[in-house]
């Protein structure tokens, strides 16, 4: 059994996922803290606008005016139309406002000290640290992102490496064995998790199938022996009456006859059927005649039509040859044709071979729809079928087997089938 390991693909499979998770943790965590350093900075100026508050609020208590504030960046207007320009019209329009933006990248912020005024406002232009170095800081956080996806890709190759040996260890031993090679457990030499199941799982299922294989071949021997034995005695049985044909009627000769051609078929059939069986049956390299085939199995099944008004029309010519063994030809013609006969109950069968293609069709039944993709799977059959269902799986077998493509068409009515 010779299966082909991919060594690799779960190792990659594992690292991907390592490091496309290890890159997206990477990046969340780096715009997070951008965003807390915005955030920071934002609130430091808010605290600083609260000190400015409180200082201004104590001299007002004192003086009862209010005193200039200490820091240069910040001032101090009574109403919002004392704003400066830049930023007077987003105030008035939004005055909940804390944050605004002004002109050429200059940045306010905004603390109401009463609900009508006064207002403190901090020009913060030339305090900002994170606006002001954001290239850098982005350039720094994509920096360690990189080093981080680096550790992952390190840390998810070894990581990767040995959760797949023992797979890849699993897959060499299982690459060159069969049912029948199966000398050593697979189960003990793995540990209690999902591949020790698997190993566990895999020798079971080799196990049966080495049971099945056994049975079948007990099944082919016996068959061979059993059956066998009773076809010679048929044969011989034959051959004694053939030998008292001079005191038989014409009746009886042709029932001899008809014996004696059934008991060929059933050997021939049976050898076949066997040879199936051990995959010992070869493809044929010689070509054989059509038409004597085809002209025999029509008489052969011509007790299924005697009484119908059927029409058999032949469309084979005499010099017709295709490469199948003889009796390969015979069981497939047999079953077909058989089956054509069968379920046509008047119009027209016809047989016809041209360019290795052999055409049946026929005015019958049909196919039902309910079978019809499912008509060469074993014991499937018709529900006005008499048969067991095995004849066209036995045909789509030998089709396989010889390399042939088989084609079952539903027709509007009856049913075609090709074989080329």
């Given at each position: 059994m010779n299966i082909p390991v991919r060594q690799f693909s779960l190792r990659n499979q594992i690292l991907r996922y390592f490091v496309g998770f290890a890159l997206f943790l990477s990046l969340l965590f780096s715009g997070l803290n951008f965003l807390n350093l915005y955030t920071i900075e934002d609130k430091f100026f808010q605290l600083r606008l609260k000190e400015e508050e409180a200082y201004l609020l104590d001299v007002f208590k004192k003086k009862n005016e209010w005193p200039?504030?200490?820091?240069?960046?910040?001032?101090?207007?009574?109403?919002?139309?004392?704003?400066?320009?830049?930023?007077?019209?987003?105030?008035?329009?939004?005055?909940?406002?804390?944050?605004?933006?002004?002109?050429?990248?200059?940045?306010?912020?905004?603390?109401?000290?009463?609900?009508?005024?006064?207002?403190?406002?901090?020009?913060?232009?030339?305090?900002?640290?994170?606006?002001?170095?954001?290239?850098?800081?982005?350039?720094?956080?994509?920096?360690?992102?990189?080093?981080?996806?680096?550790?992952?890709?390190?840390?998810?190759?070894?990581?990767?490496?040995?959760?797949?040996?023992?797979?890849?260890?699993?897959?060499?031993?299982?690459?060159?064995?069969?049912?029948?090679?199966?000398?050593?457990?697979?189960?003990?030499?793995?540990?209690?998790?999902?591949?020790?199941?698997?190993?566990?799982?895999?020798?079971?299922?080799?196990?049966?199938?080495?049971?099945?294989?056994?049975?079948?071949?007990?099944?082919?021997?016996?068959?061979?022996?059993?059956?066998?034995?009773?076809?010679?005695?048929?044969?011989?049985s034959l051959e004694l009456l053939k030998n008292t044909r001079h005191s038989m009627t014409d009746n009886q000769k042709q029932l001899i006859a008809q014996i004696d051609s059934s008991c060929l078929q059933m050997e021939q059939m049976i050898t076949i059927l066997l040879a199936l069986a051990r995959q010992e049956h070869p493809k044929a390299t010689k070509p054989v005649r059509v038409l004597p085939i085809v002209e025999q199995v029509i008489v052969e099944k011509s007790r299924l039509i005697e009484d119908k008004p059927v029409q058999v029309n032949v469309q084979v010519t005499s010099n017709a040859e295709k490469v199948i063994h003889q009796h390969d030809l015979h069981i497939l013609l047999s079953n077909l044709i058989g089956n054509a006969f069968q379920y046509t109950q008047k119009g027209c069968v016809t047989v016809q071979f041209s360019d290795g293609r052999l055409t049946i069709t026929d005015t019958g039944i049909g196919l039902e729809d309910s079978i019809k993709d499912r008509i060469t799977e074993p014991l499937v059959k018709g529900q006005h079928s008499q048969g067991f269902g095995i004849g066209l799986s036995l045909v789509a077998r030998l089709c396989e087997h010889q390399g042939l493509s088989l084609e079952i068409e539903k027709l509007p009515e009856g049913t075609k089938v090709v074989i080329e």
């Open positions: 200039k504030p200490r820091a240069e960046y910040i001032q101090i207007y009574k109403t919002l139309n004392e704003f400066p320009d830049e930023i007077r019209s987003t105030m008035l329009d939004e005055p909940e406002r804390i944050e605004v933006s002004g002109n050429n990248n200059r940045y306010f912020h905004i603390l109401q000290i009463y609900e009508n005024g006064p207002y403190l406002v901090a020009e913060v232009s030339s305090q900002l640290l994170i606006r002001s170095n954001r290239k850098t800081i982005l350039w720094f956080l994509g920096f360690w992102t990189m080093i981080l996806t680096a550790i992952a890709i390190y840390l998810g190759y070894r990581l990767g490496n040995r959760a797949i040996k023992p797979v890849t260890q699993l897959a060499k031993e299982i690459e060159h064995l069969s049912p029948t090679s199966l000398s050593q457990s697979l189960k003990h030499q793995y540990p209690n998790n999902e591949v020790g199941q698997l190993a566990s799982a895999l020798e079971y299922s080799m196990e049966q199938i080495q049971t099945y294989i056994e049975r079948e071949q007990h099944f082919t021997r016996d068959a061979s022996h059993e059956l066998r034995t009773p076809i010679a005695i048929i044969k011989t």
